[in-house]
């Protein structure tokens, strides 16, 4: 077992020492410490270099800051934002509804729980050449892609969001009286509200695989058609950039929604977020 | 049917009949398990009834159906002379877990009775503001359940049972989640509100001193299935201060005389 | 669900789904959607095929190796960051990203230091796989009740012997958890990587099939990995029942 070795610290005395500490074991600093440390690893990386195809930290941002100031980068995420915000959109409605509905009614839950059971854990991607076989390579079979990898994941949380529910609030609101659409809608839904957010926290990262997924298969727009073109003459440092923009961009949308989610359901986790 | 019929104990003669009577209650889950065994008893009115036994014999079980949240496998419940077919007005509930929403504010949580009967958002916030310093907790009305420590939750459940202005309070266990010495200033509380609010409290405990000390009247459950053992008044006088209570003689012989009979069940 | 009085199991549904499909098929009223038996029937002329097999082996070799990559490198990392605040600290921001991160976006990465063959397949199996791995073992980690840990101490046990009888014991549940939740991921990894690819076992097999039409073979195929992935997390739901009995009382 690892521990934290601080003995040597802790025998300084003084205040001075112990508020340096606690400064340096500050959260955020060791967060700078880990993206120094990376990325200095990826610029050795890239220097050494490990092959001929791998840029370096510093190569990538330069060749990102390019493509942003001259449009290429904000046109292509336009481009690319369509399709997952309509598909995860409808992926959200659709499927809290669904989920909803069936963590209510036991015969919905029978018709379709097994159907995203099997859905969660089968390879969706291997969908995709079927769409495009049955839906040509335009918006709507981009929006669907992003659909069908999203919306397992909304409706099965969403489904046990409401299974979940605590008995004793349910026991609760029949013994005050409620009736079933009071129950549901005064206890049932605000008790699921935290899951079902989550499932759609987790929605949406399925939603971006989904896109990028069908840019790089179905046809090459957006993010995906400068990945896949700069790919192809070589362009090693663009390609990287456009990478590393598509995932820094989903991890800014998730931890957005996780804001938003705190923000709207969890008082108690304010102040530590 | 009258009140008067089946009695197992001489009839108070403070109340005017039995408030709640179980006529042959029996529960068996499914599954095969017996829970309870042709109960009859009756709860006087004005009085807090406490039904004490062992973990697992019942006693919940029993107060659940006569609140209405289960149904008894035979027999009935009649709640001032009418049959029990479910919750009701009348009969309010405190639960162990207290059962409070999370995401409402202390002032909601105990105006919920009234919000689920629909009273307007004025009258029913003045009540539970009411109860909410009847209870101690005023200033928290908007705090959240997290916020309040077990014992503060216990008294938002309580003013919530307390605000429908039921007439029969069913507790289950309301004590057992909370430490020592909130539980004995709680159940101090729970005698002066007694005589305060002349209902019909039925109390459900596993903790022999707490039902001598608070209750007029006990009924001793056997293990499951459980058929009624038998049924103590403790002659224990109510009006000195609570530390003299617990010194008293008759409530300490009380004690034991239940203990030692209860003792024959334990594994 | 109950029908005139006989509890039907979850599963049956799929049944019910399975007529409709059929019916759908036979009426011709979505393109998408083949009758059932036709595509069944499809399976005997794709799954004896060289292509087929070789394409099948080669899914199966990544898949195992790279998850096997992925438990023996992420598990003691996790660990190891469940143990120590420090480790925990550094790597935890990373690991929260790419576990959900767009990993797709990564494979063109991969192939370009890796290039077009099995290699690229396998490392997409273990950058797949290998977050989630990591994650649950550090929960597991954390999850060592302290009294455990004062207990193995209280009774003698050398360092290795508390890691090998308690510590790994403690901490299983979750790890096959994340294991469990890990292959999920590979089995999409390995897809994943083959379609990007394209040009290797069932990404090869899904080319042909899309630019030459074959809608049947497209969804045999698709329903032999659908079955496959089903059977994988079948087997370890399995396993993971065996371990949970213990994890709720730790």
Redesign the interface.
């Known amino acids: 077992?690892?521990?934290?070795s601080t003995s040597r610290a802790g025998r300084k005395a003084g205040t001075g020492w112990q508020a340096a500490r606690r400064h340096l074991?500050h959260?955020l600093v060791?967060?700078l410490?880990?993206?120094v440390?990376?990325f200095a690893a990826w610029e050795y990386a890239g220097r050494k270099p490990?092959?001929a195809?791998?840029p370096s930290f510093s190569e990538t941002l330069v060749a990102g800051w390019e493509m942003a100031a001259d449009g290429s980068l904000g046109a292509a995420l336009l481009i690319t934002i369509v399709p997952l915000v309509i598909g995860v959109t409808i992926s959200a409605i659709v499927g809290v509804i669904a989920g909803i509905v069936m963590g209510l009614d036991?015969?919905a839950?029978?018709?379709?729980?097994?159907?995203f059971i099997?859905a969660?854990?089968?390879?969706?991607?291997?969908?995709?050449?079927?769409?495009?076989?049955?839906?040509g390579v335009g918006l709507a079979t981009k929006v669907t892609t992003v659909c069908i990898m999203a919306m397992p994941v909304i409706v099965l949380n969403s489904f046990k969001a409401i299974r979940n529910t605590?008995t004793?609030?349910v026991?609760?609101?029949?013994?005050?009286?409620?009736?079933r659409e009071?129950v549901i809608g005064?206890?049932i839904l605000?008790?699921a509200?935290p899951v079902i957010f989550a499932g759609l926290?987790?929605g949406l990262?399925s939603g971006?695989?989904g896109?990028?997924?069908a840019e790089?298969?179905i046809s090459p727009t957006g993010?995906g058609d400068l990945?896949?073109y700069h790919?192809s003459i070589a362009e090693?440092p663009k390609?990287?950039a456009a990478?590393a923009v598509?995932?820094l961009l989903?991890?800014i949308f998730?931890s957005l929604l996780e804001r938003i989610e705190i923000l709207l359901?969890r008082?108690?986790k304010r102040s530590v977020a | 049917m009258s009140a008067a019929a089946r009695q197992v104990a001489p009839v108070d003669p403070r109340s005017a009949g039995a408030m709640v009577s179980v006529r042959s209650v029996s529960k068996v889950y499914p599954g095969g398990v017996e829970a309870l065994n042709d109960i009859s008893l009756d709860f006087p009115r004005g009085q807090l009834t406490t039904l004490l036994g062992p973990s697992g014999c019942g006693k919940t079980t029993l107060l659940k159906i006569v609140a209405g949240l289960l149904p008894a496998t035979s027999g009935e419940v009649l709640v001032e002379g009418r049959t029990v077919t479910g919750p009701g007005p009348e009969r309010a509930f405190v639960f162990q877990d207290f059962a409070l929403m999370p995401w409402a504010t202390v002032l909601r949580n105990v105006a919920f009775g009234l919000e689920l009967r629909g009273t307007p958002r004025s009258e029913r916030e003045d009540v539970a503001a009411h109860y909410i310093a009847q209870v101690g907790l005023k200033g928290f009305e908007s705090k959240f359940p997290h916020e309040l420590s077990g014992g503060m939750r216990q008294r938002v459940g309580l003013a919530r049972a307390l605000a429908v202005k039921a007439e029969v309070l069913l507790m289950d266990e309301p004590f057992s989640a909370v430490d020592e010495q909130t539980r004995r200033k709680f159940q101090e509380d729970l005698l002066q509100l007694v005589v305060n609010e002349q209902k019909t409290f039925i109390f459900v405990t596993h903790s022999i001193e707490e039902a001598v000390y608070v209750s007029n009247r006990i009924i001793l459950l056997s293990r499951r299935p459980s058929r009624v053992m038998r049924i103590i008044e403790p002659d224990i006088p109510r009006d000195v201060s609570p530390d003299q209570i617990r010194r008293n003689t008759a409530y300490l012989d009380t004690v034991e005389s239940i203990w030692q009979g209860l003792k024959q069940y334990l594994d | 669900m109950i029908v005139f009085g006989y509890k039907l199991p979850m599963a049956t549904s799929l049944i019910l789904w399975a007529i409709l499909w059929e019916a759908v098929g036979r009426l011709d009223l979505v393109s998408l959607i083949p009758p059932l038996t036709s595509v069944m029937m499809r399976f005997e002329e794709i799954v004896p095929t060289e292509t087929f097999l070789d394409a099948l082996a080669l899914t199966a070799r990544a898949f195992a190796l790279g998850t096997g990559i992925a438990i023996v490198v992420g598990v003691p990392i996790g660990v190891v960051m469940g143990r120590s605040a420090i480790v925990d600290r550094l790597l935890l921001p990373w690991v929260n990203v790419f576990v959900s991160a767009p990993l797709t976006a990564l494979v063109p990465v991969i192939m370009a230091l890796f290039g077009f063959g099995e290699t690229t397949i396998v490392l997409t199996v273990v950058l797949f796989a290998i977050w989630i791995v990591v994650l649950d073992a550090r929960a597991g980690a954390r999850n060592i009740s302290a009294s455990l840990v004062e207990m193995a101490h209280c009774y003698g046990a050398t360092p290795w012997q508390a890691f090998s009888k308690v510590y790994v014991w403690a901490a299983l549940p979750e790890i096959l958890a994340g294991i469990r939740l890990g292959l999920v991921r590979a089995i999409k990894g390995v897809i994943i990587g083959q379609l990007v690819v394209s040009v290797v076992g069932f990404g090869y097999l899904f080319e042909i099939y899309q630019s030459n039409f074959l809608m049947e073979h497209l969804w045999a195929l698709l329903l032999v990995l659908f079955a496959l992935a089903f059977l994988i997390d079948g087997v370890l739901g399995y396993l993971e029942k065996r371990v949970e009995y213990y994890a709720a009382a730790r």
């Open positions: 077992m690892l521990t934290v074991t959260p060791f967060r410490l880990s993206s440390v990376v490990i092959s195809s791998f036991r015969r839950e029978w018709l379709g729980v097994p159907v099997v969660q854990a089968a390879p969706l991607s291997a969908l995709i050449p079927l769409l495009v076989l049955a839906y605590p004793s609030l026991e609760m609101g029949h013994s005050f009286l409620g009736t009071q005064k206890i605000p008790a509200s926290r987790l990262a971006f695989i896109v990028v997924l790089l298969l993010i990945i896949t790919q090693y390609m990287f990478i598509v995932i989903s991890v998730i359901f008082p108690e």
